[in-house]
């Protein structure tokens, strides 16, 4: 009789046990698939070719102490008008939020098909439904941008936040989740004569050095 109720009892516990892993799986699945209320910026192609202008004009300008200040808009322009497509980025919706004390926050999106395929679950998602596949999953990265000593000198932005849909996931998840050409953007060469980058808010101050 005792053996049979300590049976009784290990499977309870073990059925409340699977039940809570598999209703916490459920829940985090929820929360990554989880609208996050983020809605994309207004942007136009005139925003994105006045700051590919200015980063043209940086590259070239010699002038020491030159400042080439970049607005949110016009760094979200030339996000989504050109080095987007450009740059291969497999990611919908990509733009920044300029917050100031050199932090930023990029947001972004992408299919579940394609999300599950980065992690070669593609054929979990041969089984999904076609709506299912095209669900959009939502991206959060915030970070903070360093200016690294070369040569040559390169700019980087930290991850120390990462968010799909209501979800917060360790950042180094986000090399997982999302195609290497959307986390090459995290990362770009300086022209030799640029001293700093900031990041102010709403704006990105470039700064030539003052003497070379």
């Given at each position: 009789?005792?053996?049979?109720?300590?049976?009784?009892?290990?499977?309870?516990?073990?059925?409340?046990?699977?039940?809570?892993?598999?209703?916490?799986?459920?829940?985090?699945?929820?929360?990554?698939?989880?609208?996050?209320?983020?809605?994309?910026?207004?942007?136009?192609?005139?925003?994105?070719?006045?700051?590919?202008?200015?980063?043209?004009?940086?590259?070239?300008?010699?002038?020491?102490?030159?400042?080439?200040?970049?607005?949110?808009?016009?760094?979200?322009?030339?996000?989504?008008?050109?080095?987007?497509?450009?740059?291969?980025v497999r990611l919908a919706g990509l733009s920044v939020r300029l917050i100031g004390n050199d932090r930023l926050q990029l947001r972004a999106r992408s299919p579940l098909v394609q999300v599950l395929d980065e992690?070669?679950?593609?054929?979990?998602?041969?089984?999904?439904?076609?709506?299912?596949?095209?669900?959009?999953?939502?991206?959060?990265?915030?970070?903070r941008l360093r200016v690294e000593g070369g040569p040559p000198r390169q700019a980087r932005v930290e991850i120390d936040e990462f968010t799909v849909g209501r979800q917060r996931l360790p950042a180094p998840v986000?090399?997982?989740?999302?195609?290497?050409?959307?986390?090459?953007?995290?990362?770009?060469?300086?022209?030799?004569?640029?001293?700093?980058?900031?990041?102010?808010?709403?704006?990105?101050?470039?700064?030539?050095?003052?003497?070379?």
């Amino acid at each position: 009789m005792r053996q049979g109720c300590s049976g009784c009892l290990v499977s309870v516990v073990l059925l409340g046990l699977t039940t809570l892993l598999v209703g916490g799986l459920i829940g985090v699945g929820a929360r990554i698939l989880a609208a996050s209320g983020d809605s994309d910026p207004v942007t136009s192609p005139g925003d994105g070719t006045r700051a590919q202008q200015k980063l043209f004009d940086l590259a070239r300008q010699t002038r020491r102490g030159h400042t080439v200040t970049l607005s949110e808009a016009e760094v979200n322009g030339l996000l989504a008008h050109h080095l987007v497509e450009a740059g291969g980025v497999r990611l919908a919706g990509l733009s920044v939020r300029l917050i100031g004390n050199d932090r930023l926050q990029l947001r972004a999106r992408s299919p579940l098909v394609q999300v599950l395929d980065e992690v070669a679950l593609g054929a979990v998602a041969d089984a999904l439904p076609e709506t299912w596949r095209a669900r959009p999953v939502q991206f959060r990265v915030g970070g903070r941008l360093r200016v690294e000593g070369g040569p040559p000198r390169q700019a980087r932005v930290e991850i120390d936040e990462f968010t799909v849909g209501r979800q917060r996931l360790p950042a180094p998840v986000l090399r997982l989740l999302v195609d290497p050409a959307a986390v090459g953007l995290l990362r770009w060469r300086l022209p030799d004569h640029v001293e700093r980058v900031e990041i102010e808010p709403g704006r990105v101050v470039i700064r030539a050095a003052s003497s070379h």
